[in-house]
């Protein structure tokens, strides 16, 4: 068994004297290396070969364990109802296709506020277009509000293919995450309607000036919140409505390990 060593305690002593010197005097750092030399070198000396350990008898025969005997055979699989069975959660999920569809339809209605903020701010439509597009767009930082306003086809197929892919990348992330939300009265709508806007909101804040200097310059944040929030209450309720499909099983088929039964299931019977 390893022995009993004080070594650790004085090497940690050490650097905390150490450390606590840099911020007070310079001797209490001094005495903070001492230790901490002290400390190591007893440490390595108890890794030495027939130092750092002493024996221990062996108990009696009789309180020794008897030798397990190796059975041979496979294990009885667990089906649901019996005892020991442990489904798997959640038992139903979305299809990915509900993700898709989801995706798609809050995509389509996401624009309805960014355009009217375009049409209503004397902007124009083009405005949050070309925001969008200048993602990905080299050298669009320092265009003027006037240039932004004008039509420009690659800007256009731009932003459409930036917003497909988030929204049905987002459509899919919650398709796998609403099966596992709280069963409370509206917790999905309320998720994806509510709290993904808000969260996204929050990061699109923070890391914006980065990924997309000019788009914070001239975002209106209102109607980036409600742009947000359409979205998700669309795509939340196609998900939502969609009917759910037993989860598929885990593996290939019955384990040949103890303790392992059906796929996706623990537990098992010799």
Same mark, same amino acid.
């Given at each position: 068994?390893?022995?009993?060593?004080?070594? !650790? =305690?004085? /090497?940690?002593? @050490?650097?905390?004297?150490? *450390?606590? $010197?840099? #911020? +007070?005097?310079?001797? &209490?750092?001094?005495?903070?290396?001492?230790?901490?030399?002290?400390?190591?070198?007893?440490?390595?000396?108890?890794?030495?070969?027939?130092?750092?350990?002493?024996?221990?008898?062996?108990?009696?025969?009789?309180?020794?364990?008897?030798?397990?005997?190796?059975?041979?055979?496979?294990?009885?699989?667990?089906?649901?109802?019996?005892?020991?069975?442990?489904?798997?959660?959640?038992?139903?999920?979305?299809?990915?296709?509900?993700?898709?569809?989801?995706?798609?339809?809050?995509?389509?209605?996401?624009?309805?506020?960014?355009?009217?903020?375009?049409?209503?701010?004397?902007?124009?439509?083009?405005? !949050? =277009?070309? /925001?969008?597009? @200048?993602?990905?767009?080299? *050298?669009? $930082?320092? #265009? +003027?509000?006037?240039? &932004?306003?004008?039509?420009?086809?690659?800007?256009?197929?731009?932003?459409?293919?930036?917003?497909?892919?988030?929204?049905?990348?987002?459509?899919?992330?919650?398709?796998?995450?609403?099966?596992?939300?709280?069963?409370?009265?509206?917790?999905?709508?309320?998720?994806?309607?509510?709290?993904?806007?808000?969260?996204?909101?929050?990061?699109?804040?923070?890391?914006?000036?980065?990924?997309?200097?000019?788009?914070?310059?001239?975002?209106?944040?209102?109607?980036?919140?409600?742009?947000?929030?359409?979205?998700?209450?669309?795509?939340?309720?196609?998900?939502?409505?969609?009917?759910?499909?037993?989860?598929?099983?885990?593996?290939?088929?019955?384990?040949?390990?103890? *303790?392992?039964?059906?796929?996706?299931?623990?537990?098992?019977?010799?």
């Amino acid at each position: 068994m390893p022995r009993a060593t004080p070594w !650790p =305690i004085v /090497l940690a002593l @050490g650097l905390a004297l150490l *450390g606590a $010197g840099l #911020a +007070t005097t310079l001797v &209490l750092s001094l005495v903070g290396v001492v230790l901490f030399v002290f400390g190591l070198g007893g440490w390595i000396g108890q890794l030495l070969p027939g130092r750092g350990h002493v024996r221990e008898p062996l108990v009696e025969p009789v309180l020794r364990p008897k030798p397990v005997v190796e059975k041979p055979g496979t294990v009885e699989q667990l089906r649901p109802g019996m005892a020991g069975d442990r489904f798997r959660l959640p038992e139903k999920i979305h299809p990915i296709s509900a993700g898709v569809k989801g995706g798609i339809v809050g995509g389509l209605v996401m624009p309805i506020p960014a355009l009217a903020y375009g049409l209503i701010s004397g902007h124009g439509l083009w405005f !949050p =277009i070309n /925001l969008l597009a @200048g993602m990905v767009i080299p *050298g669009i $930082g320092g #265009a +003027t509000a006037a240039e &932004l306003e004008q039509f420009r086809w690659g800007s256009l197929i731009l932003a459409i293919v930036i917003h497909a892919t988030f929204s049905v990348s987002f459509g899919l992330l919650f398709g796998v995450v609403s099966p596992t939300l709280p069963p409370i009265p509206g917790g999905p709508v309320i998720a994806g309607g509510v709290l993904m806007p808000l969260l996204w909101t929050g990061l699109c804040h923070g890391f914006m000036g980065i990924i997309n200097p000019l788009l914070q310059e001239h975002v209106h944040w209102p109607w980036f919140i409600a742009s947000q929030v359409v979205y998700g209450l669309a795509m939340s309720v196609v998900v939502i409505r969609t009917e759910k499909v037993p989860a598929a099983a885990v593996g290939g088929g019955p384990s040949k390990l103890a *303790g392992f039964s059906e796929p996706g299931r623990w537990g098992g019977r010799p």
